[in-house]
Antibody, heavy 114, light 115 residues
Framework: QVQLVESGGGLVKPGGSLRLSCAAS????????MSWIRQAPGKGLEWISY????????YYADSVKGRFTISRDNAKSSIYLQMNSLRVDDTAIYYC???????WGQGTLVTVSS | QAVLTQPASLSASPGVSASLTCTLR?????????IYWYQQKPGSPPRYLLK?????????GSGVPSRFSGSKDASANAGILLISGLQSEDEADYYC?????????FGGGTKLTVL
C-alpha cells in the first residue's frame, strides 16, 4: 500500500498554469500505475490522466488532452500534473490515485477564476 | 451513450439489502471487464470497496465489511454492488469504474439514501 499526499492547488486566472504534485510513501512506488482524477463541485468523479509505473505510458481524457501533462519521478516517489491553459471548468478537487490498488490522496483544490 | 450508467439515486431502509447497478454500454461486454467499486462520503476522498471480475477473481478492500459484495449480471450487461444489512453509515455516493480503451472510466455515481 502507498499513502498519497497532493499539493500545489490554488487560485489561478483563466489561461494560467499550475503544477500539482503527489508524493507517495510506503510501498515500492514504481510498482504503482497512477492516475489523476478530479471532482468538480457537486459533481461526480472524472478520470483525467494515467501514467504507468515506469512512466513509459501516459494517457489523457479528451477534456485535458493537449493542455495537461502527467509525469513521474520514481526516485522521489512522486507524480506531477502540469496544467496549462486553465479554464473555469477545470475548477475541481484533484486527486492522485492508484485505482487498481484503491489508494487515494486527500485531494487538492484548484480554482480557476478571474 | 455513456460507457457506464448508474442510477442517480437509490433509497432503502436499514437492515435490508441494496443492489447498485452499473450498466455497460451496448457493444461492451461486462464479461470482459474487472469492475471496481468506490464509496464516497461528503468531504472525503473515495474509499475503495472491492473489485469483481468473477467469483475466482475478486478482491475486498482492506477493512471493508463482507456486507459489501460484487457480482455481474450478464443478461443485463451490468456489474452489481450488493450491500446487505444496510446501515445508516452506508449512506453515500457509490461509483463503479472500469479500464476501457486505455482510460479509466467512471460511472456517474449513485447516491444511496438509507431512510
Amino acid at each position: 500500500q502507498v499513502q498519497l499526499v497532493e499539493s500545489g492547488g490554488g487560485l489561478v486566472k483563466p489561461g494560467g498554469s499550475l503544477r500539482l504534485s503527489c508524493a507517495a510513501s510506503g510501498d515500492t512506488f514504481s510498482d504503482y500505475h497512477m492516475s489523476w482524477i478530479r471532482q468538480a463541485p457537486g459533481k461526480g468523479l472524472e478520470w483525467i490522466s494515467y501514467i504507468s509505473g515506469s512512466g513509459s505510458a501516459m494517457y489523457y481524457a479528451d477534456s485535458v488532452k493537449g493542455r495537461f501533462t502527467i509525469s513521474r519521478d520514481n526516485a522521489k516517489s512522486s507524480i506531477y500534473l502540469q496544467m496549462n491553459s486553465l479554464r473555469v471548468d477545470d475548477t475541481a478537487i484533484y486527486y492522485c490515485a492508484s485505482l487498481k490498488g484503491g489508494n487515494w490522496g486527500q485531494g487538492t483544490l484548484v480554482t480557476v477564476s478571474s | 451513450q455513456a460507457v457506464l450508467t448508474q442510477p442517480a439515486s437509490l433509497s432503502a431502509s436499514p437492515g435490508v439489502s441494496a443492489s447498485l447497478t452499473c450498466t455497460l454500454r451496448s457493444g461492451i461486454s461486462v464479461g470482459m471487464y474487472r469492475i471496481y467499486w468506490y464509496q464516497q462520503k461528503p468531504g472525503s476522498p473515495p474509499r475503495y470497496l472491492l473489485k469483481y471480475n468473477s467469483d475466482s477473481d475478486k478482491q475486498q478492500g482492506s477493512g471493508v465489511p463482507s456486507r459489501f459484495s460484487g457480482s455481474k449480471d450478464a443478461s443485463a450487461n451490468a456489474g452489481i454492488l450488493l450491500i446487505s444489512g444496510l446501515q445508516s453509515e452506508d449512506e453515500a455516493d457509490y461509483y463503479c469504474v472500469i479500464w476501457h480503451s486505455s482510460a479509466w472510466v467512471f460511472g456517474g455515481g449513485t447516491k444511496l439514501t438509507v431512510l
